[in-house]
């Protein structure tokens, strides 16, 4: 099946510096890339999603970056915060649109 | 709070019992979606709804595990005799028809003894 690896697996940084994420795929009829937030006990929320039709796709402090052709995508934060202290999760989109999901990356931003 | 809910937000019980956790989707979300996560992991997809259709099943679903969706609206996920790898948290998405975008509610936070 389907299967979405990310890396790295921890991310430490500082206050101010950027930071990415990248996942790699191995299905090339995926064409749905979200990207998840998640704050230790909370529920996943959504950032950022990308559409296979579009190479980048910037809002504010946050960028993803698609390649179809190399099979990754790619998170971006700049001017790390603390509050950007969280896990985050890729995902793809499967048959009947179910996510299939990496295995997260936590990211700590020291101030 | 016009959020995805669940209920109960945690559950602890004993190995071999019967569980049951309920999913209320976003209003007119026809697209309802069941994942597990585990510590450390992302979440793993279950089981799909278009409207009250179960339309796909993950193999992580054993006969153990069972959805419904009775009415397109609220879902629920039994498990039976429960074992304690069934311990995770359990999350429910909804997603409007035409779009992909899911939204997930807090989930219910199952620790089998």
């Known amino acids: 099946g389907e299967n979405v690896e990310q890396h790295p697996s921890t991310l430490s940084v500082q206050e101010g510096d950027s930071a990415v994420i990248k996942c790699t795929y191995s299905?090339?009829?995926?064409?749905?890339f979200p990207w998840y937030k998640q704050e230790l006990g909370k529920r996943p929320q959504l950032i950022i999603d990308?559409?296979?039709?579009?190479g980048e796709k910037k809002d504010q402090r946050i960028a993803v970056t698609l390649n179809k052709t190399a099979k990754h995508f790619s998170l971006h934060i700049t001017e790390t915060q603390p509050e950007d202290s969280a896990v985050y999760f890729c995902?793809?989109?499967?048959?009947?649109?179910?996510?299939?999901f990496g295995a997260g990356t936590r990211l700590a931003v020291h101030p | 709070d016009t959020g995805v809910s669940q209920d109960p937000r945690h559950k602890i019980t004993k190995r071999g019992q019967n569980v049951t956790f309920r999913c209320d989707p976003i209003?007119?979300?026809?697209?309802l979606y069941w994942y597990r996560q585990t510590l450390g992991q992302g979440p793993e997809f279950l089981t799909y709804?278009?409207?009250?259709?179960?339309?796909?099943k993950s193999r992580l679903l054993s006969d153990r595990f069972s959805a419904e969706r009775p009415k397109g609206s609220f879902s629920t996920l039994e498990i039976q005799r429960t074992e304690q790898g069934d311990s995770a948290m359990y999350l429910c998405?909804?997603?409007?028809?035409?779009?992909?975008?899911?939204?997930f509610g807090p989930g219910t936070r199952l620790t089998v003894l």
């Open positions: 998405a909804s997603s409007p028809s035409g779009t992909d975008t899911q939204y």
């Open positions: 299905d090339s009829a995926s064409n749905y």
């Open positions: 990308i559409r296979s039709n579009v």
């Open positions: 995902a793809l989109s499967g048959g009947y649109n179910k996510l299939i």
């Open positions: 209003s007119e979300h026809n697209r």
């Open positions: 709804f278009q409207n009250e259709a179960q339309l796909e």
